[in-house]
């Protein structure tokens, strides 16, 4: 089993879940556990300026060995798993040559990868698939951006012969709870621009982002004993219901696609005196955005009416924005990437990311940075898989474009 593989999955064995009701950074103190890893594995290869943060962010350096001046090129990965579903007891499982079947994960509880509801598996029959054992996520986002930038950075260490400018390396807690770079110090960083290695299907490319809100609903109805209830109890889950059933039924994640924004109602909890409601909106337009913001506005609003001016308590607070507008003035950091894949035979998917990265943020605040695929799919779920061989082009893809800005 080659480094890669291996790196992986034992990146994939330690818990990093974050947490979004914790407001610290990291949220979770056990990104910690892969972060001190991490640090001892990159001193190991030889890199330099390793560093661990205060706040969980690994970064070091690979010292350029030209004398004409080049970019300083970073690439980034971040530690975190996805709050929706467990971290721990990560237990995958190597396919070797996938025959085009149906996969069971866990007989047990009858957890199967049908080709008939994930019909691209197809697109890796003859190759070798990292799945799950049907009970956990894989990890692979974001776990498989960092073994690809770890083996990139080990290779190129292990071979001075290929000429390259400086590169940078940050590998940052939280991004899965919105969070990956609020104590990123980008003056210290110090690149040029960068990459995320945090996107899906080979050849993924993505320079645009969701425009990114959560809502916090708080619905306060009034509980009394249903034999007597008439014209006195308000209940608050109904309400609840009801203004779920007033967002356009077309707008939600399952009837979306491209720049088709949303709703997403991402939990709910309660009772009859009291509950809660947490919205995500998305969308790539900042048109559009505001306008779903104010829709649901207009139907707290509409509600406090009906029921009363205090039965709603509605609280929408920004997550990220869509990075186009800083990616633009160099596009040539997209252009190089795509003639890097073009030239390993890989057919460059460019398309908005129908979700963030670390990469929207980090070009908000001045760094600029395009996310490139990692060759994972059905991330944040028990379903999750990634093609071994694809990691393997992500890698070139790395150090491709390192070589090619060093020409």
Do not use: W
Request: proline share 4%; aromatic share 8%.
């Amino acid at each position: 089993m080659n480094m890669l593989v291996n790196r992986f999955l034992k990146y994939v064995s330690i818990d990093t879940q974050s947490d979004e009701t914790i407001e610290t950074n990291p949220s979770t103190l056990k990104q910690f556990d892969l972060a001190r890893l991490l640090v001892d594995e990159l001193i190991s290869i030889g890199l330099s300026n390793v560093a661990l943060s205060e706040h969980c962010y690994v970064t070091a350096e690979i010292p350029s060995n030209v004398e004409h001046q080049t970019p300083t090129i970073g690439f980034v990965a971040h530690m975190d798993t996805a709050p929706d579903m467990t971290g721990k007891n990560v237990n995958p499982r190597i396919i070797k040559q996938y025959d085009g079947q149906d996969i069971v994960l866990d007989k047990e509880t009858n957890t199967i990868i049908k080709t008939s509801d994930f019909p691209e598996i197809k697109n890796y029959i003859g190759q070798d698939l990292i799945v799950t054992d049907g009970k956990t996520i894989l990890g692979a986002d974001n776990k498989a951006g960092i073994a690809e930038i770890v083996s990139a950075a080990e290779y190129l260490i292990n071979h001075p012969e290929i000429k390259h400018g400086k590169i940078k390396i940050a590998f940052t807690p939280d991004e899965e709870v919105g969070r990956g770079t609020i104590n990123f110090d980008l003056e210290k960083f110090s690149a040029d621009f960068a990459y995320t290695m945090d996107g899906g299907e080979i050849g993924e490319l993505e320079y645009e982002t969701f425009n990114a809100a959560q809502a916090k609903i708080v619905i306060q109805g009034r509980n009394v004993h249903p034999g007597s209830a008439k014209n006195k109890m308000i209940n608050a889950q109904r309400i609840g219901f009801e203004l779920n059933n007033l967002l356009p039924v077309n707008e939600k994640p399952e009837y979306t696609e491209g720049y088709e924004g949303f709703y997403h109602l991402l939990s709910s909890s309660g009772d009859v005196e009291c509950f809660n409601m947490t919205y995500i909106i998305r969308d790539h337009s900042t048109d559009k955005f505001n306008a779903k913001k104010k829709f649901l506005n207009e139907i707290s609003n509409f509600l406090n009416t009906k029921y009363g001016p205090e039965t709603i308590s509605l609280t929408i607070k920004d997550q990220y924005y869509n990075m186009k507008d800083k990616i633009l003035p160099v596009y040539h950091v997209v252009q190089t990437a795509k003639a890097v894949m073009e030239e390993l035979g890989i057919k460059p998917i460019i398309k908005p990311v129908r979700g963030g990265t670390d990469g929207s943020a980090l070009s908000l605040k001045g760094l600029p940075t395009p996310n490139i695929f990692t060759g994972g799919h059905n991330f944040h779920g028990k379903y999750e898989y990634i093609s071994i061989q694809s990691m393997e082009k992500a890698v070139d893809v790395i150090i491709g474009i390192i070589k090619k800005y060093a020409q």
